[in-house]
T-cell receptor
Framework: GESVGLHLPTLSVQEGDNSIINCAYS??????FIWYKQESGKGPQFIID?????DKRQGQRVTVLLNKTVKHLSLQIAATQPGDSAVYFC???????????FGKGTRLSVIA | ETGVTQSPTHLIKTRGQQVTLRCSSQ?????VSWYQQALGQGPQFIFQ???????GRGNFPPRFSGLQFPNYSSELNVNALELDDSALYLC?????????????FGPGTRLTVL
């Protein structure tokens, strides 16, 4: 069936390096995508979103890239810090009154 | 902090029992969605309430039910608890019901069924 998934379940990076977390989606009709960060013992925290009429959006130290041709979404974190250590989820919204569909998540570990 | 609160933080029940989880939405939000998150998985949609009416439901049995009150706070009720119901239960509030309205999550309630 169609689903949102992630290429890398775990990612370890050195403090100060840039991180790239990837996500694949299979429903070409999906029109809205969100990245959430979830720290241990907490609920998911909204990071950044992007609509399907855009291919790039930047926030504070984060950039989301959307490639609709290959149905791929990525989250780039610049100058990764220990506080960035968490599980990151991408979620997609499909047209109509449909709920968000979350992927399984990628655990980011920052090595000091 | 998102302004979404949930209670209790943790809960332990036994099989067959019933449980009620509570959620207080962010001020001004009239939509609340409930999710179940098993260990190591992404959140799975249970249902959504908009202005006190159920506005969508995921693939969960009828023993999962909910309520939304006039102040837009919400409850999730689970009857006849099963071991597989052990999970983190998350509520998320949003300004409206549209999928493009950002959902803000509470900290969750960790339910353990023995």
């Amino acid at each position: 069936g169609e689903s949102v998934g992630l290429h890398l379940p775990t990612l370890s990076v050195q403090e100060g390096d840039n991180s790239i977390i990837n996500c694949a989606y299979s429903n070409s009709a999906s029109d809205y995508f969100i990245w959430y960060k979830q720290e241990s013992g907490k609920g998911p925290q909204f990071i950044i979103d992007i609509r399907s009429n855009m291919d790039k959006r930047q926030g504070q130290r984060v950039t989301v890239l959307l490639n609709k041709t290959v149905k791929h979404l990525s989250l780039q974190i610049a100058a990764t810090q220990p506080g960035d250590s968490a599980v990151y989820f991408c979620a997609e919204n499909r047209p109509g009154n449909t709920p968000l569909v979350f992927g399984k998540g990628t655990r980011l570990s920052v090595i000091a | 902090e998102t302004g979404v609160t949930q209670s209790p933080t943790h809960l332990i029940k036994t099989r067959g029992q019933q449980v009620t989880l509570r959620c207080s939405s962010q001020s001004g939000h009239n939509t609340v969605s409930w999710y179940q998150q098993a260990l190591g998985q992404g959140p799975q949609f249970i249902f959504q309430y908009y202005r006190e009416e159920e506005n969508g439901r995921g693939n969960f049995p009828p023993r999962f039910s909910g309520l939304q009150f006039p102040n837009y706070s919400s409850e999730l009720n689970v009857n006849a608890l099963e071991l597989d119901d052990s999970a983190l239960y998350l509520c998320a509030s949003s300004l409206e019901w549209r999928g493009t309205d950002t959902q803000y999550f509470g900290p969750g309630t960790r339910l353990t069924v023995l």
